[in-house]
């Protein structure tokens, strides 16, 4: 059974960076896509970007050249590299895994951007 483990959210000033992380309890090439979606108060999830086993990367308009997806295939994990943050970008950030038809969700870690 696939598990996802989001880590790396905390609180960051407006301008800071962020790295979060999600590692996965299987093999990264199992795997077809790792997508990153993010969920602020009282407002629809969305995805924030993604990449699939091929190393193919995909980014929301709004996150295209603040937000950096990649992986660490000796680790399992995906990343999520966030700069020039923005209060909007507050919300929790989930991790997700499709494998085929299987949908996997991690359980959110949450990111908050204020002075």
């Known amino acids: 059974q696939v598990q996802l483990v989001e880590s790396g959210g905390g609180l960051v000033q407006p301008g800071g960076s962020l790295r979060l992380s999600c590692a996965a309890s299987?093999?990264?090439?199992?795997?077809?896509?790792v997508s990153w979606y993010r969920q602020a108060p009282g407002k629809q999830r969305e995805l924030v970007a993604d990449?699939?086993?091929?190393?193919?990367?995909n980014y929301a308009d709004s996150m295209k050249g603040r937000f950096t997806i990649s992986r660490d295939n000796a680790k399992n994990t995906v990343y999520l590299q966030m700069n020039s943050l923005e209060p909007e970008d507050t919300a929790v950030y989930y991790c997700?895994?499709?494998?085929?038809?299987?949908?996997?969700w991690g359980q959110g870690t949450q990111v908050t951007v204020s002075s």
């Open positions: 990449i699939t086993r091929s190393g193919s990367t």
């Open positions: 299987v093999s990264i090439f199992t795997i077809d896509t």
């Open positions: 997700k895994a499709q494998i085929v038809l299987i949908t996997v």
